[in-house]
């Protein structure tokens, strides 16, 4: 696919952002879903201060990190580093819904790429090891989206997903998900510098809440969430 002149690569990157990219993200509630349920999350407070310390410590210290590498991966065509940081990331994930979640979204984005053209993400459509951070650097460097604002994308993407859910779940009015966003979205920027800066050694994170919402959202009785 030939990469879009300078001037759309804002549109590719809004595109590749945007809650109407076809991957089933909003299907998933990465564990909310339970903890709403469970009362650890009621109001926005609550809300902001779980969504707070997943940015710190899961975007922030696991999925950019490892996005930035596989972004240089795909960008030196290095085949055997896409295929460690993709194992890397997805034994970082917890449980088998948080894995599922992952590799799902990876999959359905894996066959939008090749049927938009991405011929380098064709291979990945059958892969296990597919995560979604796997295939938004393919189209990231397919798009020529630079890293930074790749990141940012994928942090944002994350974000609104996740107060979409909160909004449903607890529930919130829209004027609450709206200033959750302006709030959280601020931090973005810095976590994005620092989750760059990392060492290969600096990788990994610890959030054992949100683990244990998304084992017990298993076996939920009733859901609204796949995960």
Same mark, same amino acid.
């Given at each position: 696919?030939?990469? &879009?002149? #300078?001037?759309?690569? @804002?549109?590719?990157? /809004?595109?590749?952002?945007?809650? %109407?990219?076809?991957?089933?993200?909003?299907?998933?509630?990465?564990?909310?879903?339970?903890?709403?349920?469970?009362?650890?999350?009621?109001?926005?407070?609550? @809300?902001?201060?779980?969504?707070? %310390?997943? @940015?710190?410590?899961? @975007?922030?210290?696991?999925?950019?990190?490892?996005?930035?590498?596989?972004? $240089?991966?795909?960008?030196?065509?290095?085949?055997?580093?896409?295929?460690?940081?993709? #194992?890397?990331?997805?034994?970082?994930?917890?449980?088998?819904? /948080?894995?599922?979640?992952?590799?799902? #979204?990876?999959?359905?984005?894996?066959?939008?790429?090749?049927?938009?053209?991405?011929?380098?993400?064709? &291979?990945?459509?059958?892969?296990?090891?597919?995560?979604?951070?796997?295939?938004?650097?393919?189209?990231?460097?397919?798009?020529? =989206?630079?890293?930074?604002?790749?990141?940012?994308?994928?942090?944002?993407?994350? /974000?609104?997903?996740?107060?979409?859910?909160?909004?449903? /779940?607890?529930?919130?009015?829209?004027?609450?998900?709206?200033?959750?966003?302006?709030?959280?979205?601020?931090? =973005?920027?810095?976590?994005?510098?620092?989750?760059?800066?990392?060492?290969?050694? $600096?990788?990994?994170?610890?959030?054992?809440?949100?683990?244990?919402?998304?084992?017990?959202?298993?076996?939920?009785?009733?859901?609204?969430?796949?995960?």
């Amino acid at each position: 696919m030939t990469p &879009p002149p #300078r001037d759309l690569t @804002l549109l590719r990157l /809004l595109q590749l952002g945007s809650p %109407a990219l076809p991957v089933g993200a909003y299907a998933y509630s990465q564990g909310l879903e339970w903890a709403v349920a469970a009362g650890w999350v009621i109001d926005e407070a609550s @809300l902001a201060s779980w969504l707070d %310390a997943q @940015l710190t410590h899961a @975007l922030a210290s696991v999925d950019l990190p490892i996005l930035a590498r596989l972004h $240089e991966a795909a960008r030196t065509d290095d085949a055997a580093g896409q295929s460690y940081w993709s #194992r890397y990331l997805i034994a970082l994930r917890e449980t088998r819904e /948080l894995v599922g979640d992952d590799c799902d #979204r990876g999959h359905a984005l894996a066959r939008l790429l090749r049927d938009l053209g991405v011929t380098s993400a064709a &291979p990945w459509v059958e892969r296990a090891d597919a995560p979604y951070a796997a295939l938004t650097a393919i189209a990231a460097v397919a798009w020529e =989206i630079p890293l930074v604002v790749t990141a940012q994308a994928y942090a944002w993407s994350w /974000l609104e997903n996740q107060v979409l859910a909160g909004v449903k /779940l607890i529930p919130l009015g829209q004027v609450s998900g709206q200033r959750l966003l302006l709030e959280l979205a601020s931090r =973005i920027p810095v976590v994005c510098d620092q989750a760059l800066g990392l060492a290969d050694d $600096e990788i990994g994170g610890m959030l054992p809440m949100v683990a244990l919402a998304s084992s017990l959202h298993e076996t939920q009785y009733t859901r609204l969430f796949r995960s």
